[in-house]
DNA sequence: AAATGTGAATTATTTCACAGCC
DNA sequence: GGCTGTGAAATAATTCACATTT
């Protein structure tokens, strides 16, 4: 019962928090659930719920709701929470040095395994237990490491000569902080953080709010 | 010419990207652009680029394009980046030091105005310029400074709490870093930015990626 | 009776395509 | 000829509504 219909990603991203939510009903000793319930705490219609999770396949009982736990566990399965993803950053200024403290990675299924930086003074340096290495030495520790996922965490100019090089290494994923549209080949998938532009369109809603 | 039809979302966070687009064709000398050249650059269609300024006038000329400087200053009164915003901290955690310590909010048309924790041994301690002040302060701080966007960077479970302190401090946006669905009343804005939400979805695709 | 699963209807967003202007 | 502005068409996402199951 894989997804025959593409899914939207708006689906994806709304299955981690009911995901999430079912951890913390779990805890509370509550064993079934309605969608309607489940939609209520994420300020969401009961209806997508239901189809959200009908993208993936059948998993209530009529009359009765959600199990809880096989739900939560039916979930984690479809969305990758079973394995382990190994993680670089790449830029270890402001951002990329916050990213490497964050300890919430483990958590959701991540590892930070490499850390590398253009700046030669930063190389072979510690941070959170990761050595800095040169951008160059990429290439071939990605593969060998078998990282799939890139947190690009360096300035606007150089994030798609970086993104060039990420892709002949091989990585899969790419996690862009840096304020610029990346080119990647088909099959590699970028997912675009832009904070600043995400604080921005607050100005508009304030102009526009009178 | 204001917008009398609505304008999506995702239509004002693409003008932002115009925007800054525009800037630095501006710095190189660029005097002219058009629609499917500055739609290329940000990987738009040509088509998308006119639309979205469609929703607001008309800025173009047939035949030549947009005159960059005209566009650029047109974009800015729009999107409101001809005013100042005041902006606080809420949660001084690992995430709220890091924004406290981000040196683009002024480029912005953001300024960080005060700071609140609810942890009684960081209070008046200053960080970088700003005194950390207890959360109860919010309520009288927040109007008599005129503060108007609020960054929560509090753990979970106490985001909807302090949310509705922000909000009887009369608050218009709160941008919410916690993996929490806040609830507030009509009128106020909440944009929500949640990295492990984010971070998650590409194990998602990890996974349906062979 | 209560709540699911799902086509159909609605609403939102993007793309197309072309008349009109410079 | 090149390029804008914009209705119309296409595509995507959400909501409705109801037959069906427990």
């Not at 736990?69 to 929470?81: D, N």
């Not at 993680?87 to 958590?107: D, E, N």
């Not at 930086?117 to 593969?143: F, W, Y």
């Amino acid at each position: 019962m894989s997804p025959n219909k593409k899914v939207p990603e708006s689906t994806i991203s709304r299955l981690f928090a009911y995901l999430r939510e079912l951890g913390q009903l779990i805890e509370t000793g509550k064993s079934t659930i309605s969608s309607s319930e489940l939609g209520q705490r994420l300020n969401r219609s009961d209806a997508q719920v239901r189809k959200d999770l009908g993208y993936f396949g059948t998993f209530g009982v009529s009359g009765a709701g959600y199990d809880t736990r096989e739900l939560k566990k039916a979930l984690g399965k479809i969305l990758g929470k079973d394995k382990v993803w190994k993680v670089c950053v790449v830029g270890t200024g402001h951002l990329g040095s916050a990213l490497l403290a964050y300890s919430g990675f483990s958590k959701l299924g991540l590892k930070i395994t490499a850390a590398f930086d253009t700046d030669i003074r930063k190389i072979s340096k510690n941070l959170e237990g990761v050595t800095i290495q040169a951008i160059d030495e990429l290439r071939t520790a990605i593969p060998r490491k078998n990282i799939s996922i890139a947190l690009l965490a360096v300035p606007a100019h150089e994030a798609q000569g970086v993104t060039d090089e990420l892709v002949k290494a091989g990585i899969k994923c790419i996690m862009n902080f840096a304020p610029a549209a990346l080119n990647v080949p088909e099959g590699i998938k970028v997912k675009n953080i832009d904070l600043s532009r995400e604080l921005e369109t607050l100005s508009y809603f304030l102009v526009n709010s009178d």
